[in-house]
């Protein structure tokens, strides 16, 4: 790995998340996602990581990005939403990664239907954050930035 892709995070976002602020803001609230991507922007510089932002609502789409990360990444931030519950292939293309791995939900997932509770990807997940709203993403670069100074 280069000096360059050691500050290098890869934030994640799953299927629907660009419709954030649009619809249903009684549950995801009233940020959109070009504003997270501009708030992790800003905690990136502040923090001395470079933030690749990106958001696909197709499952392959995001295990091929998991599979290039592992050798252009320090870490990855993902918010998998719906996929969480599902995606098996998501999940085994985390751990290949063997990266740090946060998990993000906008929303507080146990406080929701029980589907929502179970999430696949906690599996390979360094840490999960779930209910503080967007904050969620600049906690989990905050915790990149410390533990990869360590
Ligand atoms: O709270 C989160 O961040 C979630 O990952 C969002 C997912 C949901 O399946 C997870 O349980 C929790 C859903 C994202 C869909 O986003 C929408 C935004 C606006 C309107 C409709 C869906």
Not at 2 to 14: D, E, P, Q, V, Y
Not at 109 to 120: D, L, T
């Amino acid at each position: 790995m280069t000096k360059a892709s050691m500050s290098h995070i890869l934030i994640l976002n799953g299927p629907n998340l660009n419709l954030l602020g649009v619809r249903e803001p009684h549950i995801y609230g009233h940020t959109t996602l070009a504003q997270i991507e501009a708030q992790c922007r800003e905690a990136g510089q502040r923090l001395g990581l470079e933030v690749d932002f990106r958001q696909s609502n197709s499952e392959g789409q995001l295990v091929d990005w998991i599979h290039e990360a592992r050798t252009t990444m320090a870490g990855i931030v993902i918010n998998p939403a719906a996929y969480s519950f599902t995606s098996i292939a998501i999940l085994d293309a985390l751990k290949a990664s063997q990266l740090p791995i946060v998990e993000v939900h906008i929303s507080n997932i146990h406080r929701r239907e029980e589907m929502y509770h179970k999430s696949y990807v906690s599996l390979a997940a360094t840490g999960v954050i779930c209910g503080l709203g967007p904050l969620g993403y600049e906690a989990a670069l905050l915790f990149l930035a410390k533990h990869l100074a360590k």
